[in-house]
């Protein structure tokens, strides 16, 4: 089976992790922030805070940036459901904003019309999350305009896209998300297994990420509010979570770290490949922007319905046959049940809705030869010829 994302792991991970299997501390040792600085540093951002996902970053995100029970929170439906779910967690209510049919990301115009109408209604939201979507940036200038002129929070969950640039500035490092999410789960672009960081260049609010990821908890001396009564002595001034990550993780993820560069230069070079590979085939390729760089988290193609009549179904249902490991992403979040019975209606967002129903997420991993894509593409073309 070849895959449709997979993780790279060396020796040099395997004698990172059991390094500290055999040190003094499995977890709240020292790897934690040394994986922090390091993904700080690589992005130039003030402050990492890392957590057990970014499920949980997201959800500490939105608590941080005060988001409660009377507040919206606007995000794309072309997404992973934990980008919606983190409202709900707090007791907020979601809304979708649709995508643009060229970038798959959210739509400036979509939201800039919601935004003119919420505003009426009183109803605009206290947090957008944008999601770089396969790894390729928003447009981040246009986003921040739009928060500075309602008022918004803006969270980058740039979940797919740690190493993508926009005009030369790393996601999560540049000043136009309030905070910023990675993902580090198997298939996303570095991994420690499960684990998420949270990035931001906010002192204030990395405090707060710190604090609740932990319990709520802080034992420095310059947070006390009650005098310190000894070495032992602590305080939970907030109802937080255990949201850490181990140091076994954190060693992971240093080490995978030390390849970011690397991996993302041959996804680049995958991508330019596919696109030159199948320009010939029934198939909407993905656009590239000439100022921003994607981290090719995925590489998703669309069954052009003008040129071929074979259904998705088929053309994936024939991929997975051939032991290739396609994938789609995503189903609308508001179509899953969960959200259905929450009143959300299909129709909503119809960019999301017609790009769902023509797509094909196909292999793209750093460990992924040429060879490999030649058969991945020699089998689509058989595929589609038929
Ligand atoms: C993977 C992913 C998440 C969740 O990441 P976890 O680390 O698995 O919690 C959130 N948002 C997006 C867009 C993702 O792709």
Known sequence: MIPYGRQHIDQADIDAVTAVLTSDFLTQGPVVPAFEQAVAKVVSANYAVAMNSATSALH?????????KDDYLWTTPNTFVASANCALYCGASVD???????????????????????????????????????????????????????????????????????????LGGAAWADITIFSFHPVKIITTAEGGMALTNSETLANKLRLLRSHGITRDPAWLEQP??????????????????TDIQAALGLSQLAHLAEWIARRRQLAHQYQTQL???????????????????????????????????????ALRAANIGVNVHYIPVYWQPYYRQLGFERGLCPNAENYYQRAISIPMYSGLSDEDQSKVVNRLATILSA
């Not at 009564?229 to 990550?245: C, H, I, K, S, V």
């Not at 909407?284 to 052009?304: E, G, K």
């Open 60 to 68: 500490v995100a939105c608590l941080a940036l005060g988001l409660d």
């Open 96 to 170: 979708f904003v649709d995508i643009d049919a060229n970038s798959l990301n959210i739509s400036i115009d979509v939201l800039a019309n919601k935004l003119v109408e919420a505003e009426k209604t009183g109803k605009l939201p206290k947090i957008v999350v944008a999601v770089d979507f396969a790894g390729r940036p928003c447009d981040w200038p246009a986003l921040r305009r739009l928060a500075d002129q309602y008022g918004f929070f803006l969270i980058d969950d740039a979940s797919h896209a740690i190493g993508a640039d926009y005009n030369g500035q790393m």
């Open 228 to 245: 310190d009564t000894g070495l032992w002595y602590y305080e939970q001034q907030a109802l937080g979570y255990n949201y850490r990550m």
């Open 279 to 317: 320009a010939e085939l029934p198939l909407i390729l993905p656009s590239f922007d000439s100022f921003a760089h994607s981290a090719w988290h995925l590489y998703v193609v669309q069954l052009d319905t003008e040129k071929t009549s074979l259904s998705r179904r088929i053309v994936f249902d």
